[in-house]
Antibody, heavy 121, light 107 residues
Framework: EVQLVESGGGLVQPGGSLRLSCTAS????????MDWVRQAPGKGLEYVSA????????YYADSVKGRFTISRDNSKNTLYLQLGSLRAEDMAVYYC??????????????WGQGALVTVSS | DIQLTQSPSFLSASVGDRVTITCRAS??????LAWYQQKPGKAPKLLIY???TLQSGVPSRFSGSGSGTEFTLTISSLQPEDFATYYC?????????FGPGTKVDIK
């Protein structure tokens, strides 16, 4: 059974940093691209970042470019999102999702349960 | 960037109703479109990809159609568990944006 479990969410002050993790199981993690999608309270889904299966390519939404870094450790079946220079508008539930292929037409077929990031002083 | 719009934003319907949601793209995206269902407090769930391909395990009352710039998600006979918010997503290019969502509520 495919499972994605996020961790690392919490309360952080504006300007602060946080690292989210997403641990995968039930599939060959190193064969899949992975994505992060976020959802602010009461709002819709926002596509944040993607990384290729080997970690060699990454995409960032303009809203997070230069502040967030996506990475992965295929030996640990774990995806990461380093969040920096956090702003109030970054407060959201962050979901990791399995992507059929980087820069491809594959959908996000499995999602984690989400990690809440609260940005407040 | 490709923008997606959905209509309606909100839909009130009864069990057994046929429901249709429309997603429009700001430029042609061939059939590179997916539909997701999200219930409160839960992660989105993939329903349909490549505009019309049903994801494994999704009931056949869900169907998708369209290509280019106009797409539809149809629920042939609404069931109690279908009351949720539905999002389309374009998979043609980055950013792989989502539509703003359509909330389906109980009449």
């Amino acid at each position: 059974e495919v499972q994605l479990v996020e961790s690392g969410g919490g309360l952080v002050q504006p300007g602060g940093s946080l690292r989210l993790s997403c641990t995968a199981s039930g599939f060959t993690f190193s064969s899949y691209a992975m994505d992060w999608v976020r959802q602010a309270p009461g709002k819709g889904l926002e596509y944040v970042s993607a990384i290729s299966s080997d970690g060699g390519s990454a995409y960032y939404a303009d809203s997070v470019k230069g502040r967030f870094t996506i990475s992965r450790d295929n030996s640990k079946n774990t995806l990461y999102l380093q969040l920096g220079s956090l702003r109030a508008e970054d407060m959201a539930v962050y979901y990791c999702a399995r992507d059929g292929g980087y820069s491809s037409a594959y959908p996000l077929d499995y999602w984690g349960q989400g990690a809440l990031v609260t940005v407040s002083s | 960037d490709i923008q997606l719009t959905q209509s309606p934003s909100f839909l009130s319907a009864s069990v057994g109703d046929r429901v249709t949601i429309t997603c429009r793209a700001s430029q042609g995206i061939s059939s590179y479109l997916a539909w997701y269902q999200q219930k409160p407090g839960k992660a989105p769930k993939l329903l349909i990809y490549a505009a019309s391909t049903l994801q494994s395990g999704v009931p056949s009352r869900f169907s998708g159609s369209g290509s280019g710039t106009e797409f539809t998600l149809t629920i042939s006979s609404l069931q109690p568990e279908d009351f949720a918010t539905y999002y389309c997503q374009q998979l043609n290019s980055y950013p792989r944006a989502f539509g703003p969502g359509t909330k389906v509520d109980i009449k």
